[in-house]
């Protein structure tokens, strides 16, 4: 047995506000295995978020223990252990496509070959080719968060980290972008950890749902889903979609009653 | 229905309005007999100006290329230099900038003696008192510029574990370029008043502060007339350049994309 890919044992984070402590997490525990699918999803203000931010090293836990690729969130940081994509596309508006794709490569030193290379193999991936040459302000929303994407898996870390990245589309999109981002994981075989507020996009994609609730923030139920890895958009309208769709509803709704 | 007007109206509308001035100025003069030593008609400005054009020439190359534009370029330089070692070192932005901002607040051109006497008659007294005029704007834009970006573009360097030195030119340089455009148009006019009144406290015998005072002193109001649309048409001119470079460097910005 190998040991997992992202480890939280026992993870505490309280922020300091000027209006007195706020208790962001509360003892989360949680493995996420290489080539899982995790989605965590709750309302806002249960710490989802935060908690993603703790994996990616841009929070520090107050307490407990956090472990990525075996090590400290903040030296898989600095060993760029990951890919993360905002909740905006974040672009930077004075890069073409290619040129922010290229952006992380330059960073870290690849060559000027290399660069080319890679970008040319992920815009491809999520289905920009031929848009290198444009600027992010002259695509729709849809297509910037795609390139945003692309950003992320250009530098080939083993694990991707997404933050309600299809939060601000609109529901036609989101599918057709839910589907892309299904595809891209099965050719790339990334460990994926996702956080979103919609149930569907969480139960489709995922093969571990992570239910979370505020006041403190903490999870209150885990969902091993029994899917297939070959999702069609239709089988949202299964049995087996529609069972795990109501248990995490049960989860959410049992979170806010307390 | 609106028509948007052609390149021809642009140009024309102005171009006939400041005609019509200049006629009714040169009517008014006649009419009202009015005495050239208050104000000479604008064809005897123009006369003075074809008149006299290897004195103007002299003058212009004396205030603004030798006073102005050396002033420009060194206070600009310092300006953004100083403005990235502040923003580098936190206790400086707490330590110096007060300091700068009381400095910026006194009426420079009062320096001018000073330098007069510090760095002689000739331009290079009026360079310094241009390059102190300049840099403090340009100090305030850039510092302005570079703390403008937000929480998630920086969280974005953090992910690619990009340095300081990686994160200023990848990202904040960049996104800071919009503010230092902005600093340097009102750099530009700055350093033109200011190499010309810096020239009333002392100069040798040519440059356009020094014409107008001597003419003023023997009541040729034609000649101190031409030196002022000269000065008016140089400022335009630069600030034109300035838009220009501007356009061509910051041409994604939201205010130039149009």
Known sequence: ???????????????????????????????????????????????????????????????????????????????????????????????????????????????????????????????LAGFEKKYPWQLSGGMQQRA??????????????????????DEIVRDHLNEQVLKLWARTEKTIAFVTHSIPEAVYLSTKIVVMSPRPGRITDIIDSPLPKDRPLNIRDSAEFIQIAHRVRDGLRAGHDE | MTRVDTKFERIAYPVGFGLLVLLLWEVAVMVFGISPALLPPPS?????????????????????????????????????????????????????????????????VGLAPIMVMWFGFDWHSKAAVVAIMVFFPMLVNTLGGLADTDTMQRDLMRTYAAGHVATLLKLRLPAAL??????????????LIGAIVAEYF????????FRITTEMGRLATDMVWAEITISALTGTALYGVVALIEKRVTFWHPSQRG
């Open chain 1, 1 to 127: 047995m190998t040991s997992p890919v992202i480890d939280v044992s026992g993870v505490d984070l309280t922020f300091q506000t000027n209006d007195g402590p706020i208790h962001a997490l509360k003892d989360v525990n949680l493995e996420i295995n290489k080539g899982d699918f995790v989605s965590f999803i709750g309302p806002s203000g249960c710490g989802k978020t935060t908690l993603l931010r703790c994996i990616a090293g841009l929070e520090t836990p107050t307490g407990g223990d956090l472990k990525v690729n075996g090590l400290s969130p903040e030296d898989a940081r600095k060993a760029r252990s990951y890919g993360y994509v905002f909740q905006a596309a974040g672009l930077y508006p004075w890069r073409t496509i290619g040129g922010n794709v290229k952006l992380p490569l330059e960073i870290m030193g690849f060559s000027k070959a290399e660069q080319a290379e890679r970008v040319r193999k992920v815009l491809e991936l999520v289905d």
């Open chain 1, 148 to 169: 945003s994407i692309a950003r992320a898996l250009a530098f080939d870390a083993d694990i991707l980290l997404m933050d309600e990245p299809f939060g601000a589309l």
């Open chain 2, 178 to 191: 919009p503010f230092v455009f902005n600093g340097l148009k009102i750099a530009v006019t700055l350093a």
């Open chain 2, 202 to 209: 002392g100069s040798p015998i040519r440059g356009m502060g």
């Open chain 2, 44 to 108: 005897a400005i123009g006369a003075a100006i074809f008149g006299s054009l290897p004195i103007l020439w002299g003058d212009w190359v004396q205030t603004v290329v030798k006073g102005a534009l050396n002033g420009l370029w060194m206070g600009s330089f310092a300006g953004i230099a100083v403005a990235l070692v502040i923003d580098r070192f936190a206790f400086l932005k707490r330590g110096l900038l007060p300091v700068a901002n009381f400095f910026a607040a006194l009426p420079i």
